[in-house]
């Protein structure tokens, strides 16, 4: 059950050396502010606003800055490509970036405004990986690289497939290094509806406090976030810095320039620091504990707060199956709302071109199961796959369309052979774990469910349908933790398993 995803957003500052070889020539930042996302209900608020803020600061305190503004794949990759070439050795390295962020992998991603994001693997296509953007600039000899993330938002993407992640995800990077999160690991904030964000107003402040080295000026804002915010955004800082850095370079408490400090934007209304909050009790413990995170380098260290175990991948939440729309449909009927759907007419403009685009073929698939055209979605499956008869994906979805319509002989038959072709392939365990359990097949099921939770013990669907078909198989009490567990990761588990047909 491939259909879902979740939320990334990165920021590198780049910091001077406080020795005085650092010149601010050698200071070179990429900020980057994209706020309209077709896929987004609505154009973000905070990401442009924030951006040229940054970029001001970042001027007056002796960085080249390139700014950018809703950036497209290309544009991100030339952006990144202008910053690439500026880096040599021992100079300071800086990227901020506001906007939408995703998990993958254990490996956190900046979306640009024209990713088509469907799958997983769409994420890794079409994002930019910090760690891979921190070690291009790390192989160019930058003395010193800081990456600043903003992009902890609720995303329209984090339902469309099984293996999503809420947040971001710890970040290995090389020594040199300073990160800071606007949220905790695996956590998302939710939009203010405000002009500008609390995170780049508070980073902003301690910017402008004199003679603060790096992380200092970091560990403040995120000591000023968590006291505006009453604890609920607490940032996430890590850090490799083998020197001391200032943002404001030079002697202490001075400026490149004889500018004075600009104004603060419009400020962010803050509350009163509260009582140390108590930290969150952790849902109930799952009956596999979850996968181990690869350890940062020694070097690294993270100095936020204990956090309760991440959110759990979350499923998308579907309908009940729909019957097949009529071939002369009226203005209002469910055909003629999915035609004017603008991501299903530009990926139909597409195949109007080229009937055999696989991409836009698949894509389409995707978007019509999860608006709950199943029927129709099938059919791109089938077209996908007649193409590419080992697309897994393409077999795995369309296993997991049928078993929800009640095609179950032939869902088998689908999952079967994408896991032949892709042993361990863990959507297809759950999608045909899902078959078994509809076929009755309890057994069969519980032994698919387990396999996919050997993988990933936090795989929401798999955790409540294995308790139910251990319900079914008579044991009572362990199938019962296992959907309470399910229901304390995902409270919405049950309905969309109604939605399947499934009590």
């Known amino acids: 059950m491939n259909i879902r995803l979740g939320l990334f957003l990165i920021a590198l500052f780049s910091l001077a050396w406080t020795a005085p070889s650092s010149a601010a020539g050698d200071r ?3 900020v980057i502010g994209n706020s309209k996302y077709p896929d ?16 001001d600061e970042l001027k007056r305190d002796g960085f080249t800055v390139d700014i950018g503004e809703n950036l497209t794949v290309d544009g991100m990759r030339r952006a990144f490509e202008r910053l690439y070439g ?26 640009p405004v024209d990713a088509q994001i469907w799958t997983e693997q769409d994420v890794r296509h079409d994002g930019f990986s910090l760690e891979t953007v921190l070690g291009e600039i790390n192989s160019r000899g930058a003395g010193v690289k800081i990456a600043l993330i903003d992009a ?41 509806g405000r002009d500008r964000s609390l995170f780049v107003q508070e980073l902003l402040k301690e910017v402008r406090v004199p003679d603060l080295m790096a992380e200092e000026t970091l560990n403040r804002t995120r000591v000023g976030v968590t006291r505006a915010s009453r604890g609920e955004q ?29 104004p603060l934007p419009p400020p962010v209304a803050a509350l009163p620091p509260p009582p140390a909050p108590a930290p969150p009790a952790p849902p109930p413990v799952a009956s596999a504990p979850p996968p181990p995170v690869a350890s940062p380098s020694p070097r690294i260290t993270d100095t936020s707060p204990a956090l309760p175990p991440p959110p759990p991948p979350a499923r998308v939440e579907l309908p009940a199956p729909q019957p097949p729309a009529v071939e002369t449909p009226s203005q209002n009927s469910p055909q003629v709302a999915l035609a004017d759907d603008p991501t299903i007419k530009s990926l139909t403009a597409k195949l109007d071109t080229n009937p055999d685009d696989v991409g836009s073929l698949y894509r389409r698939g995707q978007v019509y199961a999860s608006k709950g055209a199943y029927s129709l979605a099938i059919k791109d499956f089938d077209s996908t796959l007649r193409i590419n008869p080992k697309d897994v994906e393409a077999l795995n979805n369309r296993c997991w369309a049928r078993a929800v319509v009640g095609d179950l002989p032939t869902a088998l038959k689908d999952c079967n052979e994408a896991l032949r072709l892709r042993p361990n392939f863990v959507d297809a365990l759950d999608s045909r774990g899902l078959v078994n359990l509809k076929s009755g097949a309890t057994r069969n ?35 019962n933790l296992d959907i309470a567990n399910a229901k304390a990761m995902d409270p919405n588990i049950v309905q969309e398993f109604d939605s399947y047909g499934v009590r």
Do not use: C, H
């Open 86 to 111: 500026k880096v040599k050795p021992g100079s300071v390295a800086l990227i901020f970036f506001s906007g939408f962020g995703v998990q993958s992998n254990r490996q956190s991603y900046m979306i």
């Open 445 to 479: 099921a519980i032994t698919d469910f387990d396999a996919a939770l050997k993988i990933n013990p936090r795989l929401t669907s798999s955790l409540y349908g294995r308790g139910l078909a251990k319900q079914r198989n008579g044991s009572i009490s362990e199938g």
């Open 28 to 30: 070179f930042a990429l």
């Open 152 to 192: 902890s938002r609720r995303n329209p993407y984090e339902r469309r497939f099984r293996t999503f992640s809420a947040g971001l995800a710890p970040v290995i990077a090389p020594n040199g290094t300073l990160v800071m999160y606007s949220a905790a690991l695996s956590s998302v904030i939710s939009d203010t």
């Open 234 to 262: 607490v940032p996430w800082i890590s850090s490799s810095l083998a020197e001391d850095f200032s943002f404001i370079p030079g002697a202490p408490g001075s400026r490149p320039s004889s500018q004075a400090p600009a």
């Open 40 to 55: 987004a209900d609505a154009p973000l608020k905070e990401p442009i606003n924030d951006a040229r803020d940054v970029a």
